[in-house]
Nanobody
Framework: QVQLVESGGGLVQAGGSLRLSCSAS????????MGWFRQAPGKEREFVAG?????VYADSVKGRFTISRDSAGNTVSLQMNSLRPEDTAVYYC???????????????????WGQGTQVTVSS
């Protein structure tokens, strides 16, 4: 089982930037899809961005957020620019089961999750 730990959340003004990081331990995650999801109060968890050898983004963050992976494949980052109040949520890092490289937008397809990190964007 892989353990995921997120870091980098915080409070930022609208228009600002934050960088989230997700470190994986326990086993390598370089051969499966990784994703970032977010959940705002009273709302369902939603897909933000995913990465394998390609990247996929939700329409709401396209052009503002960038997902990347280090060369070893065990750290996934999410650079968030031009943040908006509606980006406020708890952000979660997730990994698909080993060997599954397809980037799914369905949180049920991801088997390992981090504890989440709060991102708050003030207007």
């Amino acid at each position: 089982q892989v353990q995921l730990v997120e870091s980098g959340g915080g409070l930022v003004q609208a228009g600002g930037s934050l960088r989230l990081s997700c470190s994986a331990s326990g086993r390598a995650v370089s051969e499966q899809a990784m994703g970032w999801f977010r959940q705002a109060p009273g709302k369902e968890r939603e897909f933000v961005a995913g990465i394998n050898w390609n990247t996929v983004y939700a329409d709401s963050v396209k052009g503002r957020f960038t997902i990347s992976r280090d060369s070893a494949g065990n750290t996934v980052s999410l650079q968030m620019n031009s943040l908006r109040p509606e980006d406020t949520a708890v952000y979660y890092c997730a990994a698909r089961r080993r060997g599954l490289a397809y980037i799914s937008k369905n949180p049920r397809d991801f088997t390992s999750w981090g504890q989440g990190t709060q991102v708050t964007v003030s207007s």
